[in-house]
């Protein structure tokens, strides 16, 4: 259930990425940004020259054609997320803000990242970079079964498994009479310890042996470009205490969980 939990929230969590990228994009920002994936399409950068910072705008020339013809064209632009980060130097505070787009069709997609300077005259573009892809970006990382092996089976099992144990062992730690030191049983019972962690995309897994996760598992996406991170750790303490159970009752109880 609690896998369920995260998922869902973290799918409601997208949903509101629109409204995340509003208040921190301004209408203009983002109105310059697609002006500016246009004018790198069409061959007319100066439409947006006086916008652009002077040595990115010569450097944009001297490639534009290469970019015309390695990505597609700039239809069905969206913009995904994105990226505020205010330095101080000096005294000075400089804003940067990083758009992150995706555009394309078919076989044919591209993600673009500008990058505006926040000024009093306007934004200004610093910085660009964009990479092609033979599919939808934001769909590269999505949730599915489809094509997936013995592995991610058993990783799904393996996180419903280990939260089970340490919800089970939870419940009956508070219900169970006689149990001494109950809150040490209970606070080692709800954490599982080492972080088994599978990208769901690639199937590559990681194992960090001083890690842990409340209640056993858990599931984290980064963006809507990152595949799924699904982890799960061992309930050793709770699988102790369901193991033991028996000879811990029948002691007598010199602690309350209340």
């Known amino acids: ?21 509003e208040t921190l994009a301004t209408p203009q920002e983002q109105s310059l940004a697609v002006r500016f994936i246009a004018a790198l399409q069409s061959g007319q950068l100066d ?3 006086a916008s652009m910072e002077p040595q990115l705008y010569a450097q944009t020339l001297g490639i ?3 970019f015309q013809a390695g990505i597609p064209k700039a239809t069905n632009t969206r913009l995904v997320t994105v990226a505020v980060q205010t330095n101080t130097v000096n005294g000075a505070s400089q804003t940067l803000k990083a758009l992150n787009y995706e555009f ?4 044919r997609w591209a993600v673009i990242q500008i990058v505006m300077k926040v000024a009093p ?6 910085g660009w ?3 092609p892809s033979d599919h939808q970006p934001t769909t590269g990382g999505a949730f599915t079964l ?3 092996g013995a592995l991610h089976y058993f990783w799904l099992a393996a996180m419903v498994l280990s939260t089970l144990t340490i919800v089970t062992a939870l419940i009956l730690i508070g219900r169970s009479t006689g149990v001494r030191r109950r809150w040490l049983w209970a606070i080692g019972s709800a954490l599982g310890l080492g972080q088994f962690t599978l990208n769901w995309t690639t199937g590559v897994w990681i194992f960090r042996p001083l890690g842990f996760f409340l209640l056993g598992s858990a599931a984290f996406k980064a963006s809507p470009f990152d595949a799924w991170m699904l982890s799960f750790s061992l309930p050793v303490v709770a699988v102790i205490f369901l193991l033991r159970r028996k000879a811990l009752t029948a002691q007598p109880d010199d602690t309350s969980f209340d």
């Open 1 to 21: 259930m609690r896998i369920i939990l995260v998922i869902l929230s973290l799918l409601l969590a997208a949903c509101s990425q629109s409204q995340v990228n």
């Open 47 to 49: 439409s947006v020259k």
């Open 104 to 107: 394309g069709a078919g076989t």
């Open 146 to 148: 489809a094509g997936k």
């Open 121 to 126: 005259g306007g934004p200004q573009i610093v």
């Open 129 to 131: 970079h964009a990479a």
């Open 64 to 66: 534009e054609r290469s």
